[in-house]
């Protein structure tokens, strides 16, 4: 029986944007795109063993900037018949012809990521000044919706850096008058990164901060400890057990919060996924999960501030 997961495949992490808030434009990020071929071999190896339901597509980095990306979702929808594909993307290269194009290969949800409501609080956090041209891009998006694809899903993410309002739930439906009726949802997003990263007084990532949490294998318990212990009534966090994300290199990883690739499994182009998924670096991962048991400076032990 295939293992039932959600699965994350972060086709591109290059990006032209550099948020303030976010990871990607420290020159630790590793940047790479995945190509069509490469994606079927990786995605070949996992559906070996794995039945999912959904995909994601994007997570560091500006998705769009990857030309294969029509060739990755049609073949994701018409041979491995995965019910659910979406993607997330700043959404400054979504011109309405990409956009049909998109769609057409089978793509059933996009979501902006808009993090502030005026154009100049968006080019402090943004770096770039694209609001207007966001901005027209989802009012695009919504026409396509209201006109001819009725069941695509359409959502915007606003993180909330002291940039932008508090509740942009109400300032999007008025920026977007009566179309905002076809947004599926907005979602506010506090502000927050794991420990690993060193914030700087400007509120941004400092790049000359050394990386002091830096995941090595010597790190672990002893197995010992986890069978002299109590587990937990559940995982404090299910991503280990329930997901499957994927870096665009076609390595496995743990997780989107593991910016700078501190954990990586191996590559999924010449390693077979099991091996990888059941290693016993991974399975030591699900027990300090289960167990509440961490290495001093281990990224999971980080991000849960435990």
């Known amino acids: 029986m295939k293992l039932k997961r959600k699965i994350n495949f972060d086709v591109c992490t290059f990006c032209n944007h550099a948020c303030d808030f976010c990871s990607n434009p420290d020159k630790r990020t590793k940047k790479a795109k995945t190509s069509y071929a490469d994606f079927v071999k990786a995605m070949d190896n996992v559906l070996q063993y794995v039945e ?71 080019k402090q956090v943004h770096n770039r000044d694209d609001f207007e041209k966001v901005i027209q891009n989802f009012s695009t998006l919504l026409k396509l919706k209201k006109e001819k694809y ?21 300032a999007f439906k008025k920026i977007f008058g009566e179309d905002s009726k076809f947004i599926n949802n907005i979602l506010p997003y506090q502000r927050t990164l794991t420990q690993k990263e060193h914030i700087s007084t400007g509120g941004g990532i400092n790049t000359e901060s050394p990386h002091k949490s830096h995941f090595s294998s010597t790190q672990y318990f002893s197995p010992t400890q986890f069978s002299t212990s109590q587990p937990l009534q559940k995982p404090l966090c299910s991503v280990p057990f329930n997901e499957v994300w994927i870096n665009s290199d076609c390595s496995l990883i743990l997780c989107c919060k593991d910016y700078f690739d501190s954990i990586n499994f191996g590559s999924l182009l010449t390693h077979d996924f099991l091996d990888l998924y059941r290693s016993q670096t991974f399975e030591e991962i699900r027990q300090m999960q289960q167990y509440g048991i961490f290495p001093q400076h281990h990224l999971c032990k980080q991000c849960l501030g435990v």
């Open 52 to 122: 999912t339901d959904e995909l994601g597509l994007s997570a560091k980095g500006e998705v769009l900037l990857n030309n294969d990306l029509e060739s990755i979702i049609s073949h994701c929808k018409n041979i491995y018949n995965i019910p659910y594909i979406y993607i997330s993307s700043n959404g400054a290269l979504m011109s309405e012809s990409r956009a049909i194009s998109l769609i057409e290969s089978g793509l059933d949800s996009i979501k902006f990521s808009i993090n502030a409501i005026d154009s100049i609080n968006y």
């Open 150 to 170: 009725p069941y695509l899903k359409l959502l915007i993410s606003s993180v909330l850096t002291p940039c932008n309002t508090q509740n942009p739930q109400d």
